[in-house]
């Protein structure tokens, strides 16, 4: 049987790549986390390392490993944090992760309600992308995602299960009124990375033509300052208007093309009572949105 701490282990060497960064991280010493490894060689019976220089990787069947290790650890992690809040919600934690406009807008009103009527219960958000925000549920490093999706997003994992929160408009941003995405065809557009900008390259794919795309981020903000600037035009969805609004820009409503916001808990019901309670605020605070 494999030693949960020696996952532990490979888990950590995985992430940061070494053995020291591992040990720093775990407080062991290094000779400690090599020991471990060198057990957990000889109990699955397959070379996990390879000396590469003055350092070491995994190799395929250590990253295999590895990988399914972070979800082992993740879901044992997530028991206790279950275990905890079936105890109570005067006492335990909940763990969100969501994407930025959301973290922006619609979190914060949740996360306040829910402090306010359980006060003992530790609330961590954490900001980042929906992919990485779904692994990180798959993995049990969070209890609840929001996430959101268009037509032609690609389903989720399996067992994630999705609380439809809101509808969220996405606007045409530039500095004249009455503009349509037809007749910027020709201007210099803002976008996402390659990863986030598939919904824009749709919309104007229906428009009949491939948008030139002159500067890319995925800072909201950014992407607004550089259009009041008169830089270029740009999509972007209502969330981050609501949550930061440039002087200087007119924002168009793209009829037909909201993206929706969801609630992503893992497993089946019922839910844990503190996810349940950050569910529950969460869908209060869209209603109110």
């Known amino acids: 049987m494999l030693d949960v701490t020696r996952l532990r282990v ?6 940061h790549g070494s053995v020291t ?13 090599s020991h471990h490894l060198a057990r957990l060689e000889a109990e699955s019976g397959a070379q996990l390392l390879q000396r590469v220089g003055r350092g070491i990787r995994l190799t395929q069947a250590g990253q295999l490993l590895a990988d399914r290790a972070a979800e082992i650890i993740g879901r044992i992690d997530a028991a206790g944090a279950e275990l905890s809040a079936h105890v109570g919600l005067t006492a335990g934690r909940v763990r969100l992760a969501g994407f930025s406009s959301a973290i ?10 829910l402090a306010s009527q359980h006060p003992d219960l530790q609330i961590t958000l954490t900001d980042t992308h929906p992919p990485e925000a779904l692994e990180l549920l798959r993995a049990g490093k969070v209890d609840v995602a929001v996430i959101f999706r268009y037509d032609e997003t690609e389903p989720e994992p399996d067992h994630v299960r999705l609380h439809h929160l809101l509808d ?7 500095t004249r009124r009455g503009s349509k995405l037809a007749a910027l065809r020709d201007a210099t557009w803002i976008a996402g990375c390659e990863r986030c900008r598939s919904h824009l390259l749709s919309a104007c794919a229906d428009e009949g ?12 903000v ?4 550089l259009v009041a600037a008169g830089l270029g035009v740009t999509t972007i969805p209502g969330l981050a208007l609501r949550a930061h609004r440039e002087k200087g820009i007119v924002a168009s409503e793209l009829k037909g093309s909201p993206r929706r916001v969801y609630a992503a808990t893992y497993g089946e ?21």
């Open 21 to 33: 960064a591992a040990a720093k991280e775990l407080h062991y010493s290094q000779p400690s986390v």
């Open 269 to 289: 019901p019922p839910d844990p009572p503190a996810t349940a309670a950050l569910l529950a605020a969460l869908t209060e605070a869209a209603e109110l949105n």
């Open 209 to 220: 033509f491939e948008p030139r795309i002159g500067y890319t981020s995925d800072d909201m």
């Open 168 to 174: 969220d408009p996405v606007y045409l941003l530039s």
């Open 10 to 15: 490979i888990d950590a060497v995985s992430r």
């Open 104 to 113: 922006g807008s619609l979190v914060p009103r949740a996360a306040a309600a």
């Open 222 to 225: 950014v992407m607004q300052a």
